[in-house]
């Protein structure tokens, strides 16, 4: 452990690659973002859709994990899980959650804080449609964030379910679907040298629902 430590603490990165000004972003936050996601995209960085989804338990403790952005648009950020995981469950309990990106080929992350909804029936079925039916399968064997005795019982599970749906449509369970978070804080963090970065930020208003940008200190 110690000299793990002390590889760590010597860790250091060169924020140089590019800067980040007023002047430069876009009005609206969800377009700034379609911009950068473009940009991630052109760089080839890895899995840009990546992102941490941290939300609160009933101990008002914080919980995170990665999940995967599956859609943006004006109205927010769009992911799929299992409603009954534990996310789910924090989600159902306390709807205000964030999310943040980081893309270390670009020295930036974006932190997004906002709402949680959950998506219609017809979205959520529209979605599962295109996915792997690997991945269909996988969403009814596992009793996701449950204690499992042994990986076997699932695998067992999961050929049961093979044969159940064999030459058959795979249709959404119930306990699976989308939600969206809407935003109505979101920075745009631009790594630069000696740890003075670049912080824009985009705050909703609640009465206008207009966006106010300004900068904070790193």
């Not at 599956?70 to 648009?73: G, N, Y």
């Given at each position: 452990m110690r000299q793990i430590s002390d590889?760590?603490?010597?860790?250091?990165?060169?924020?140089?690659a590019f800067e980040l000004n007023e002047s430069?972003?876009?009005?609206?936050?969800?377009?700034?973002?379609?911009?950068?996601?473009?940009?991630?995209?052109?760089a080839e960085v890895n899995e840009p859709n990546a992102m941490t989804l941290a939300t609160v338990n009933k101990k008002k403790q914080p919980d995170a994990r990665i999940v995967l952005l599956?859609?943006?648009?004006k109205t927010g950020f769009t992911f799929f899980t299992n409603y009954q995981s534990r996310k789910g469950t924090q989600m159902a309990d306390n709807k205000q959650a964030c999310l943040n990106f980081f893309w270390p080929e670009l020295q930036r992350q974006v932190r997004i804080l906002g709402t949680i909804e959950k998506l219609s029936a017809k979205a959520s079925d529209a979605y599962f449609k295109t996915r792997p039916r690997e991945s269909q399968l996988g969403a009814w064997a596992s009793d996701q964030s449950r204690e499992l005795n042994d990986r076997h019982a699932l695998v067992e599970r999961l050929e049961l379910l093979e044969k159940k749906f064999e030459g058959k449509a795979v249709?959404?369970?119930?306990?699976?679907?989308?939600?969206?978070?809407?935003?109505?804080h979101i920075e745009f963090w631009q790594g630069r040298p000696s740890r003075l970065h670049d912080r824009i930020i985009y705050e909703r208003s609640r009465n206008s629902g207009k966006w106010r940008i300004f900068r904070l200190f790193p």
């Open positions: 590889i760590i603490r010597h860790l250091r990165t060169d924020f140089s430069d972003v876009e009005k609206n936050p969800l377009r700034q973002f379609a911009k950068w996601m473009e940009q991630a995209l052109e599956r859609d943006v648009d249709a959404r369970p119930p306990h699976w679907g989308g939600y969206r978070l809407k935003p109505h």
